[in-house]
């Protein structure tokens, strides 16, 4: 198959990499992968370095490059309004995001272009399906995180993010209040091998795929209970869902770092959870089956 990729992000973020690692693995079962990002963002120089083919987005590429492939997988919202306007056939849209979809004509005229959904959790799933989408037009497919290396570190680890949905500065407090210092971390997939702990707080998720990239390396998890979050981490097993207050934080942090025992019992069940539930090869075999019964 010929696959058109479009994503309109500025950072490298979980969707990002989801995108990349989707690309590699289509490239290696012999599919053909074009992407269409935006020149200066962080994607766009990772798909060169790794020898991709990835072009600059723009209305008039994608519109004349979408009739020449079997499939157009529009990975964001803003690709997928793009998607839409240009009226691309065969489209694939991948919804990542956990607040509702908007009910108004443009965005149902919007949601009625595209032939199916890939929701990235069933939590997102019965968002679209509130918003009208039928659910045979909608497919859950989890994010996957390769295999890493085992990590053994010591690190706090809070993602830096300056997005007001994301709880940076609540994670911050609630460590402190334990009496631990964090690592805030810019480079996630390089702090990992360092890391004791993944602090993840967050006030809206779609799935939570840092959680899942920390599973993968054996690093323990506490994640706020909202979203997608608990569907990968299994409370009491795989890490720790908490509630969005300093204090409930605190008591978790506390506890973890506390009892190294207890987080590396979790840490190993979270590490076989992540390779048998959440790996590359299954998230790209679910989304080849999209592609085929749209193309």
């Known amino acids: 198959m010929r696959i058109l990729h479009l994503d309109s992000g500025n950072e490298m973020r979980g969707g990002q990499w989801q995108v990349l690692r989707l690309i590699e693995a289509l490239n290696a079962g012999g599919h053909e992968n074009i992407l269409l990002a935006r020149a200066e963002s962080p994607l766009f120089a990772q798909a060169r370095r790794r020898g991709l083919e990835v072009h600059a987005r723009g209305l ?17 919202a803003r690709s997928h309004t793009a998607a839409a306007i240009t009226e691309a056939p065969h489209l694939v849209v991948s919804r990542r995001v956990a607040f509702p979809v908007r009910q108004n004509p443009v965005s149902r005229l919007k949601y009625g272009r595209a032939a199916h959904y890939i ?13 009208g989408i039928a659910p045979s037009k909608i497919t859950v497919v989890y994010d996957g995180v390769p295999a890493r290396p085992l990590s053994h570190g010591e690190d706090i680890l809070v993602i830096e993010s300056q997005d007001p949905a994301k ?7 609630g460590a402190k209040r334990a009496g631990f210092p964090v690592h805030v971390s810019c480079d996630l997939e390089r702090d990992l ?10 006030y809206s998720e779609g799935l939570g795929s840092a959680a899942l990239a920390a599973m993968s390396a054996g690093v323990p998890v506490i994640a706020s209970r909202v979203g997608g979050l608990p569907e990968i981490v299994e409370h009491e097993r795989t890490g720790l869902l908490t509630e969005n207050t300093a204090e409930a934080i605190a008591a978790a942090v506390g506890r973890l770092m506390r009892d190294r025992s207890l987080a590396q019992s979790m840490a190993v069940e979270a590490r076989c959870r992540a390779q048998q539930r959440f790996s590359v090869e299954q998230m790209t075999a679910a989304t080849i089956r999209v592609y085929e019964a749209v193309r």
């Not at 709880?167 to 407090?173: Q, S």
């Not at 091998?193 to 967050?202: D, E, P, V």
């Open 167 to 173: 709880g940076m500065a609540l994670a911050i407090e």
């Open 60 to 76: 008039l590429s994608l519109a004349r490059r979408s009739r020449k492939v079997d499939v157009t997988h529009a990975h964001d």
């Open 193 to 202: 091998a360092h890391a004791g702990l993944l602090l993840y707080i967050t």
């Open 119 to 131: 929701a990235v959790s069933h939590y997102v799933e019965r968002m679209l399906r509130e918003a």
